[in-house]
């Protein structure tokens, strides 16, 4: 019927996506425990094995290769946010506030 | 206190006659005036008549004027003052309130119609695709309707999905109603390559029945995406079953009736928050011929 059977899925359902997803939280939050960033680390299969082959299985390698690249993406994120706050900038999207500037010109 | 009501009341009734008896009144006022000395105690100054003419201190009142004051008349007048200070507040105060709400009503409007900005819109226009069902669909579709079009790829990790949930959240809202669906909400990929009609129909299912998939050739998705400034990079020759992943920009856009463009929804809104913006929109949007009415007949 499908054309193209050699490539591997064609849609992926939500039902597929919701155990990919889960695979995922369990994978990763075993990192945070261990305090790994990559997910590619060679300490992350002795630390983490279990949930990784879980997260490897219920998820399409397209997807387990955007993850963890995400991961690694999100932790310097963070990181550089949180030293960015600590500098003392503040987000965009936060209220501006605007001190008052004495007039000098009388 | 007495003495100063009474005079204040004498000094008021005094006009009711000086306008009444306006022709006759200089040359009477002056006899009486003749006749009677002038009083300053308040005992006089209540209004008793003396020969059917009332005493009155003459320093406080116009000249001429209380000639007609009857008994006991002085009380109504402070009545009557009150009264049409009253009417003249209320009156005074409703006109202002319309001018106000007419001001605003048109600075709002000035603002919509300076947002829309002059010439060819910025987001939008003719495009050419094809529904998941098979059929074409073009920027006619639009038309009578209220539009939300999303646009992602089926592929898409986490992000897209997300974002269809909310769609499906906002959905359960406006189009409750199987006789009265407020919108049509339209799926349109970035990625024709893999996206068939038959593949959107099959993901889309699992999100919200209403959604349709639209998809097209590689140019066609290029053009409406040009567009609708959607940023998008689907290599241009992936082979169906190629590895690949899409970057695209995340917006809904909320297009109206006439087919134009609205609004646009990031993926910084929560379901609940998307829906809200999306209400407002339906219940302030007007056609663009009622725009042109004469504005007394927009008020109510």
């Not at chain 1, 939050?29 to 060679?42: E, F």
């Not at chain 1, 690249?69 to 949180?82: E, G, L, M, P, S």
């Not at chain 2, 910084?268 to 009415?293: C, F, I, M, Q």
């Amino acid at each position: 019927m499908w054309p193209f059977d050699s490539a591997p899925p064609k849609v992926i359902h939500t039902n597929e996506r919701q155990k990919c997803w889960e695979a995922r939280d369990g994978f990763f939050q075993c990192l945070d425990k261990n305090r790994i960033v990559s997910g590619t680390d060679p300490r992350a299969k002795s630390a983490c094995g279990e949930s990784q082959s879980k997260f490897n299985d219920n998820c399409i390698k397209m997807w387990v290769d955007y993850f963890l690249q995400k991961r690694i993406a999100d932790v310097q994120k963070a990181a550089r946010i949180q030293q960015l706050e600590q500098a003392g900038y503040k987000p965009l999207d936060s209220p501006i506030t605007v001190e008052e500037v004495p007039d000098n010109r009388q | 206190m007495l003495c100063r009501t009474n005079r204040q009341a004498l000094k008021l009734t005094a006009l009711q006659p000086l306008i009444r008896t306006f022709p006759r009144y200089s040359l009477r006022s002056y006899s009486n005036q003749s006749q009677e000395p002038e009083s300053s105690s308040p005992a006089d100054s209540k209004g008793e008549l003396q020969n059917g003419k009332p005493k009155k201190p003459l320093s406080r009142v116009v000249i001429g004027s209380g000639t007609r004051v009857r008994k006991g008349s002085n009380q109504l007048p402070t009545r009557t003052v009150w009264r049409s200070l009253l009417i003249m507040i209320l009156g005074g105060g409703g006109i202002a309130y319309f001018f106000q709400r007419e001001k605003k009503r048109l600075e709002v409007r000035r603002q919509e119609k300076e947002r829309q900005g002059i010439g060819k819109p910025l987001i939008g226009g003719p495009f050419k695709l094809t529904d998941m069902n098979g059929n074409t669909f073009t920027d006619k579709d639009l038309l009578n309707k209220f539009s939300i079009i999303y646009f992602g790829f089926t592929m898409c990790p986490d992000v897209c999905p997300e974002e269809l949930d909310i769609l499906a959240y906002v959905l359960n809202e406006t189009n409750k109603d199987p006789n009265n669906k407020k919108l049509q909400p339209l799926f349109v990929t970035c990625d024709p390559a893999r996206d068939t009609p038959e593949v959107l129909k099959e993901y889309l299912a699992d999100f919200h029945p209403d959604i349709l998939g639209l998809t097209g050739t590689y140019q066609q998705i290029k053009d409406i995406c040009k567009k609708y400034r959607v940023y998008f990079s689907t290599p241009p020759n992936v082979k169906p079953g190629q590895n690949y992943l899409v970057d695209h920009s995340i917006f809904f856009y909320l297009m109206d009736p006439e087919g134009k463009f609205i609004d646009v929804i990031g993926r910084n809104y929560t379901g609940p928050e998307a829906l809200e913006k999306v209400k407002e929109h339906l219940d302030a949007w007007r056609p663009s011929d009622a725009e042109d009415l004469p504005w007394y007949k927009n008020i109510f």
